[in-house]
T-cell receptor, first 112, second 117 residues
Framework: GDSVTQMEGPVTLSEEAFLTINCTYTATGYPSLFWYVQYPGEGLQLLLKATKADDKGSNKGFEATYRKETTSFHLEKGSVQVSDSAVYFCALRPSGNTPLVFGKGTRLSVIA | GAVVSQHPSWVICKSGTSVKIECRSLDFQATTMFWYRQFPKQSLMLMATSNEGSKATYEQGVEKDKFLINHASLTLSTLTVTSAHPEDSSFYIC?????????????FGNGTRLTVT
């Protein structure tokens, strides 16, 4: 079945460091790919998405490119801030109105 | 922006009692709601999909008689954990989508942490 694998955390970085959180997926067909973020005490929020191969999603300085050849959707940010500390979830949606399939989440801690 | 309110945010109950978790869409009509469960250090696992006015569709391995889902209106879905046991302790989170099937974004509640003693 469809699945998402993302790097295990926690990830601890200093402020202004470069961030990469790896995400790979297994799916039939052409899924849409998402990154969700969960800040402390809050619900999940959509961070960015890509709906087809080679699309790049971006938001708040974060980017991820839909790579069909490597079945990956790695999350990157050039310079992290303390406020980026959160749990990040990679997810896919197989098609249409189907529910999301999530990775396990990666906790990011950014220290000043 | 669209908001999903989930209540309560945390609850502690005794083994054998039932707990109801509410999920409300505050400024849009949610034709579809999903209920997820998250165990520590594991991914969000889909429990069931509910469409307003119809019975919920449960994922394999989820006991429908234990996890009762009601989606009686376009703004409210409830999950009732019946006869709770310590192994039901987990983080439950709902998500809701508007009426534009597959195209409108998914909005999440803040989640409910259930502890059964």
């Amino acid at each position: 079945g469809d699945s998402v694998t993302q790097m295990e955390g926690p990830v601890t970085l200093s402020e202004e460091a470069f961030l990469t959180i790896n995400c790979t997926y297994t799916a039939t067909g052409y899924p849409s790919l998402f990154w969700y973020v969960q800040y402390p005490g809050e619900g999940l929020q959509l961070l960015l998405k890509a709906t087809k191969a080679d699309d790049k999603g971006s938001n708040k300085g974060f980017e991820a490119t839909y790579r069909k050849e490597t079945t990956s959707f790695h999350l990157e940010k050039g310079s992290v801030q303390v406020s980026d500390s959160a749990v990040y979830f990679c997810a896919l949606r197989p098609s249409g109105n189907t529910p999301l399939v999530f990775g396990k989440g990666t906790r990011l801690s950014v220290i000043a | 922006g669209a908001v999903v309110s989930q209540h309560p945010s945390w609850v502690i109950c005794k083994s054998g009692t039932s707990v109801k978790i509410e999920c409300r869409s505050l400024d849009f009509q949610a034709t579809t709601m999903f209920w997820y469960r998250q165990f520590p250090k594991q991914s969000l696992m889909l429990m069931a999909t509910s469409n307003e006015g119809s019975k919920a569709t449960y994922e394999q391995g989820v006991e429908k008689d234990k996890f009762l889902i009601n989606h009686a209106s376009l703004t409210l879905s409830t999950l009732t954990v019946t006869s709770a046991h310590p192994e039901d302790s987990s983080f439950y989170i709902c998500s809701a989508r508007g009426s534009d099937r597959g195209h409108s974004p998914l909005h999440f509640g803040n989640g409910t942490r259930l502890t059964v003693t």
